[in-house]
């Protein structure tokens, strides 16, 4: 739904204001006429409802009343921004828990399994796997709490470059752990033998979900310049 023409007269000059008014959320019963349930959606051709599921929806000349819009016009980006935060961040820590599982995994099977006379562990490479894993993912772990924390103390607008920072951390470090222990795994790693495919698929989704990591990219540097500006101002 476009803005409303009725919004605060004081704010008009702001550009950003407009910018980020001109939509709002709606409530829309499944059951309303000309709304039509085309297709459920799959991610790595894997059925996705598990996770909470992505739908088609068709939407032909669907009329609600008014009192449908939630919170009121044009607060839609509000809206998300204020679940986004939050949101994002709860991802990541869902992300470092999978990175766990996978190098548990990945650990497991190259503790079992023998290749040239060996186990797969006593190969360097495999050990610089596990010891690059264990290193990122600790890593990653303490720029969440440093993400949760700015959220708790600061809020959700004062964090976002900390929030943006671990959405694109952690999404990275969950695809490369649990790459390698799809490697570790062989053949049976990209089989339902093991979970690692869909932990992948997870994993690979969330580098999407909430926001492309190029957005975000581009939200931490715009947001470093603007801090380190401000300090270097600060100084003179």
């Known amino acids: 739904m476009c803005r409303s023409k009725t919004l605060d007269a ?27 349930l085309i297709r459920p959606l799959t991610v790595f051709g894997q059925d996705d409802a598990i996770h909470g599921g992505h739908f088609e929806i068709q939407f032909d000349n669907v009329r609600v009343p008014s009192s449908n819009i939630i919170l009121g016009e044009g607060r839609g980006f509000e809206i998300a921004q204020g679940r986004l935060g ?21 650990c497991q099977r190259a503790a079992n399994r023998s290749t040239f006379g060996k186990k797969l562990y006593q190969h360097e490479v495999v050990a610089h796997w596990i010891a690059e894993c264990r290193l990122s993912i600790e890593q990653t772990r303490l720029l969440t709490l440093s993400a949760a924390h700015a959220l708790d103390t600061l809020g959700s607008r004062a964090a976002r470059k900390q929030i943006a920072m671990i959405k694109v951390a952690a999404a990275r470090m969950a695809c490369e752990v649990t790459d390698c222990a799809i490697q570790v795994h062989g053949g049976a790693g990209v089989s339902d033998d093991f979970p ?30 603007r801090d380190q500006l401000k300090a270097a101002q600060a100084k003179l």
Not at 11 to 31: E, G
């Open 86 to 106: 939050p949101g994002r961040l709860h991802h990541c820590m869902r992300a470092v828990g999978l990175a766990e599982w996978a190098l548990e995994l990945l």
């Open 196 to 225: 690692l495919a869909q932990m992948y698929a997870y994993a690979r989704t969330l580098r999407i979900a909430d926001g492309p990591d190029e957005v975000h990219l581009s939200s931490i540097a715009r947001l470093e310049l």
């Open 10 to 36: 004081n704010n008009r000059n702001s550009d950003a204001f407009f910018r980020h008014a001109d939509h709002s959320m709606i409530l829309v019963p499944l059951h309303t006429p000309g709304v039509n």
